[in-house]
């Protein structure tokens, strides 16, 4: 706009302006969406990997608990292993025990076998008419199965021991193999725990890459944002400059017009006085001339 512009130059320029300011505000609409498009986005990628951050310390927990019980369960299950090789030579020493003693008393019947003899000895004395003879006899056997009964007896018990010892084997194996079991269950999902986290962080920087990537885009779009922005206050500046010369303009040729019609009524009235002077009649735009001025 320079100041030797006409006002039909003025109007042709501030229509220039008004349908390039129209075209940075569509642009810059255009911008603003995409900018808060592509910053949703890189919003998206801030939060999966807070969530995934979150899930990486959780997972981190449960594996260290988890680690920790492996830490503790395999002294125990060495220790019952280790007492379960004591109580095998145990078993073995009674077992020994036992069979020493059998030869020893030269026993080839269990102490069951030998009350049920007993039993039937007796049995027969009391039911049967025997000679006195027999029946000395039939004592005299009894006696000896009942001597051997009660030496039978070590035996019995020596197989007691050996019953005890083996199902405390039994019972200490079986807590050793629970133990076992639980161990390889924990270790197995600390494992999976493990492997999980690896597969986290591995999405985690693919996904941070993205994040900066997607961030770029968003500080571009933001920038130009701006540079449009700027382009259309500029535009408006200049829109409002053009507004005010053709304000100034209008202006001047009010005021031009008021002073060309007030000297035009004062001539009027000079006109109007010189035929009062006169005592001339007064036409009726005479009158409107004379009432202009608030004369009677």
Do not use: C
């Not at 004592?139 to 199902?167: G, R, T, V």
């Not at 770029?216 to 779009?221: G, M």
């Not at 053009?242 to 009524?265: G, H, M, N, T």
Request: no cysteine; hydrophobic share 30%; glycine share 2%.
């Amino acid at each position: 706009m320079t100041l030797q512009q006409s006002p039909k130059e003025l109007v042709e320029e501030l229509n220039r302006h008004r349908i390039e300011a129209s075209k940075l505000r569509n642009a810059l609409n255009e911008l603003d969406k995409e900018k808060e498009s592509w910053f949703k986005k890189k919003e998206e990628f801030s939060k999966k990997i807070r969530d995934s951050i979150q899930a990486i310390k959780y997972s981190k927990a449960k594996r260290d608990f988890l680690t920790k019980e492996v830490r503790e369960l395999k002294p125990k299950r060495d220790a019952i292993n280790k007492d379960i090789n004591g109580e095998l030579k145990e078993f073995d020493r009674l077992k020994k025990e036992k069979l020493g003693i059998a030869k020893s008393l030269d026993i080839k019947e269990p102490p069951s076998r030998i009350k049920q003899n007993i039993e039937k000895l007796e049995f027969r004395i009391e039911t049967e008419t025997s000679s006195f003879e027999k029946e000395k006899e039939l004592m005299k056997k009894i006696k000896q199965l009942k001597k051997l009964y009660e030496d039978s007896k070590a035996i019995d018990d020596a197989d007691k021991n050996l019953k005890n010892s083996s199902d405390e084997i039994k019972r200490m194996k079986k807590e050793a193999n629970d133990i076992h079991k639980l161990v390889q269950e924990k270790a197995h999902q600390s494992q999976i725990l493990h492997e999980g986290i690896l597969k986290l962080s591995a999405e985690i920087d693919k996904m941070k890459i993205e994040e900066e990537a997607v961030f770029r885009k968003f500080s571009e779009l933001k920038s130009k944002f701006s540079d449009v922005n700027s382009q259309l206050k500029e535009k408006l500046k200049a829109m409002n400059d053009v507004k005010a010369s053709l304000d100034r303009i209008s202006s001047d040729r009010r005021e031009k017009k008021r002073q060309e019609v007030e000297s035009f009524l004062k001539s009027k009235e000079d006109a109007v006085n010189e035929k009062i002077k006169r005592k001339e009649k007064l036409t009726t735009e005479d009158l409107l001339v004379f009432q202009k001025f608030g004369k009677d």
